[in-house]
């Protein structure tokens, strides 16, 4: 099976249109969220391939396949984050400012700053007395890196 589109996401669902099918799950790490084209496999060891014709990155809960039976439906795996917290706009500009200088992508939700755990960004937020915690969590969209040239002086 070749999936060139997403059909929706789970998400956006009511859940008796959801709870009527049989659900198969394909379990991604986030970073192969922004992957057009791979190879899958789902919990029912079904193959599966996809192949984007539009470039989209992939989210938790994206439906892949979906019949008046079944669904194969994306789960995207909990991630090691550090879940940063900064107590006012300063603390913020610091951290950002200091994420940004290592090229480290992070992600806002609500008040929380979320970047993948880093030993490193772990003792600079203890240095600088910035509230975090360690969490597994799993998040909606891929970590992404920004691209395209630019110079450091």
Same mark, same amino acid.
Do not use: C
């Given at each position: 099976m070749i999936?060139? *589109?997403? =059909?929706g996401n789970v998400h956006d669902m009511d859940n008796?249109?959801?709870?009527?099918?049989h659900i198969e799950k394909v379990n991604l790490e986030s970073s192969d969220?922004?992957?057009?084209?791979?190879?899958?496999?789902?919990d029912h060891n079904r193959d599966i391939g996809v192949r984007l014709s539009t470039? *989209?990155? =992939?989210?938790?809960?994206?439906?892949l396949f979906m019949n008046d039976r079944s669904m194969i439906i994306i789960d995207v795996k909990s991630d090691d984050l550090l879940v940063i917290q900064p107590n006012d706009i300063q603390?913020?500009?610091?951290?950002a400012h200091e994420l940004g200088n290592r090229h480290?992508?992070?992600k806002f939700e609500g008040n929380e700053m979320l970047v993948q755990y880093d030993y490193l960004v772990e003792e600079l937020l203890k240095t600088?007395?910035?509230p975090f915690k360690r969490e597994d969590r799993k998040v909606k969209d891929a970590?992404?890196?920004?691209?395209?040239a630019h110079s450091h002086g």
């Amino acid at each position: 099976m070749i999936i060139e *589109k997403i =059909l929706g996401n789970v998400h956006d669902m009511d859940n008796a249109e959801i709870e009527k099918r049989h659900i198969e799950k394909v379990n991604l790490e986030s970073s192969d969220l922004v992957k057009r084209v791979q190879r899958l496999k789902t919990d029912h060891n079904r193959d599966i391939g996809v192949r984007l014709s539009t470039p *989209k990155d =992939l989210k938790d809960g994206d439906i892949l396949f979906m019949n008046d039976r079944s669904m194969i439906i994306i789960d995207v795996k909990s991630d090691d984050l550090l879940v940063i917290q900064p107590n006012d706009i300063q603390e913020m500009g610091v951290i950002a400012h200091e994420l940004g200088n290592r090229h480290m992508p992070a992600k806002f939700e609500g008040n929380e700053m979320l970047v993948q755990y880093d030993y490193l960004v772990e003792e600079l937020l203890k240095t600088k007395g910035i509230p975090f915690k360690r969490e597994d969590r799993k998040v909606k969209d891929a970590f992404r890196h920004i691209t395209g040239a630019h110079s450091h002086g």
